[in-house]
């Protein structure tokens, strides 16, 4: 049968507790970080405590809130710690510069919103959603109620049709927590190699050996916190009798986590007596490697760019540009007061569109990893490696064939606007004559209701009559406006027979002229 499971009733607290414990160390290389780049210790401990704190608070109301309102962050909660938080430390300038109260309340609340307050802002935002995501994947790992289904002769087996908990699917609360540990590794390291290098370059041993034993002990709480939430998920597959015939996994598990943090402390109390220019050397490799991801990244970006700017000046027309005059010569010196805001700008779009462009290359990667690995399924190292390889060389095609779909969307489309420009600037003439087209046509239009009406009232006009003849019968008709049917017929006239001319008023005066002879026609006939 199916049911609440007995065997963790803390597993929440337990998972809780070594996210943060994670999290506590990731802030600790932060802090150190912070540190070797001259921040004061005072405020380096203070960013962490602050840091720690909105994690922790985060969790809380996330535990609260339940897995089923995973669609907001609670914000107004957020904006309710972190509000005064920043408020304190900005007016006291514990952090940044103190606010300029000269300029009255605008340079207050100007100098409350610099770089340093919008910099606090963005990084405990982050942090605020990363705790409220490894809390609701926690969630969603629980409650712990077996997925194997009842006797269908129980009475428990409608409840366990009608139950939510059977359609949360574990297997992908634990990959996004593998996600954002392995995130938060990645910085960790970048973090830890600046220290190393820089702690080595500095003759300071205490900060390398310091910033390798936050390092480790991370990824061995990592370890911890993903092997735990595998527990967990595992047994939730289990029914009750099964899961009763288990007693003491926690406990086994305790003690294993207890066996390998020794270990791991033990590996850490060793990096002191090791040479430090070693980790030195390995620090400067993770850099250089950085480097050239980061320039891979904005050569990917530039390229984008440069066919973004290769496309607008296709479109431009050309001669459309203003004349700009040059600015003066004295604008044209250098100050050296900080770098182009719009350079900055630039930068970061390359940099967010090419971590977007290596997430999708990363993921093309592990799906097809994931169904060549289901078709050739072994446990040997080397056919692991050929598969990976595999799914690295399928991946590329696909990102080949991808291209080159993009690439011919993109060709006939500036095919297009280029024949487009190209008939547009060719035919600006012929363009113009189909305006005035336009107005013939309106012209013509007007003159033939004329002749409408005039027919419904007597006046008809012959098949072989001409437009003047024509004009003399229908002002023997309309007496009191002669002058009407002589200048709606001269446009008339203007319009078919000398088109080059082209009208000399517009459509309203025709719309005029038609309105007064309408009037003359209703009149009746002088007999």
Not at 279 to 304: E, N, P, Q, S, Y
Not at 468 to 481: F, G, H, I, K
Not at 506 to 519: I, M, W
Request: proline share 4%; aromatic share 8%; net charge positive.
């Amino acid at each position: 049968m199916s049911g609440e499971t007995t065997e963790r009733p803390f597993s929440r607290t337990i998972l809780g507790a070594i996210a943060t414990l994670c999290f506590g160390l990731f802030g600790a290389g932060l802090t150190l970080w912070m540190q070797t780049i001259t921040v004061g210790a005072d405020r380096a401990y203070a960013f962490l405590v602050i840091m720690t704190l909105v994690f922790v608070v985060s969790m809380i109301v996330a535990a609260y809130g339940g897995r089923h309102s995973a669609g907001s962050y609670s914000w107004k909660h957020w904006a309710a710690l972190v509000v005064p938080i920043l408020l304190l430390v900005r007016i006291t300038a514990f952090f940044g510069a103190p606010p300029d109260a000269r300029d009255g309340a605008l340079g207050i609340v100007g100098g409350l919103l610099d770089l340093t307050s919008l910099t606090l802002i963005t990084i405990l935002a982050l942090t605020w959603m990363a705790g409220m995501r490894v809390l609701r994947n926690i969630e969603l790992l629980h409650p712990q109620r077996s997925e194997i289904p009842p006797s269908k002769r129980s009475p428990q087996y409608y409840e366990w049709l009608n139950d939510r908990g059977r359609y949360v699917d574990r297997s992908a609360a634990i990959g996004e927590l593998t996600h954002l540990a392995a995130t938060a590794g990645g910085i960790l390291v970048g973090l830890t190699a600046f220290n190393v290098v820089v702690g080595s370059e500095t003759q300071q041993a205490g900060v390398v050996q310091t910033a390798l034993i936050i390092m480790v002990l991370y990824y061995v709480s990592v370890l911890l916190l993903l092997s735990y939430a595998n527990l967990v998920r595992r047994t939730s597959q289990w029914s009750l009798e099964l899961a009763a015939q288990a007693p003491g996994l926690t406990g086994t598990w305790i003690r294993s986590a207890i066996f390998l943090l020794v270990v791991a402390l033990v590996v850490a109390l060793l990096i002191p007596a090791a040479d430090t220019d070693v980790f030195a050397g390995f620090g400067l490799l993770i850099l250089d490697g950085m480097l050239w991801v980061a320039r891979i990244i904005l050569a990917f970006g530039l390229l984008i760019l440069s066919l973004i700017a290769r496309l607008i000046e296709l479109l431009r027309p050309e001669g459309g540009g203003t004349v700009q005059t040059p600015p003066p010569e004295e604008l044209l010196q250098p100050t050296g007061e900080g770098i182009d805001f719009g350079l900055f700008i630039a930068a970061i779009i390359v940099l967010i569109a090419g971590g977007f462009s290596l997430y999708w290359l990363f993921r093309a990667v592990q799906r097809n990893y994931q169904r060549v690995s289901a078709q050739r399924a072994s446990r040997s190292l080397l056919t692991h490696l050929l598969l990976i390889l595999q799914a690295l060389l399928a991946s590329i095609l696909g990102l080949f064939g991808w291209t080159r779909t993009v690439a011919q969307a993109v060709g006939a489309s500036v095919r297009a606007l280029a024949g487009r420009r190209r008939a547009m600037r060719s035919n600006l003439g012929a363009l113009r004559r189909r305006g005035d087209g336009t107005v013939r046509q309106q012209l013509h239009e007007i003159y033939a209701e004329t002749v409408h009406e005039a027919s419904a009232r007597g006046v008809h006009r012959g098949a072989s009559a001409t437009p003047s003849e024509y004009r003399v019968r229908l002002a023997e008709r309309c007496t009191t406006a002669t002058a009407a049917v002589d200048g709606l017929t001269e446009m008339y006239m203007a319009a078919r027979y000398a088109p080059e001319l082209g009208p000399d008023h517009g459509v309203e005066r025709a719309r005029r002229l038609q309105a007064e002879v309408g009037r003359a026609l209703q009149a009746p006939p002088d007999d």
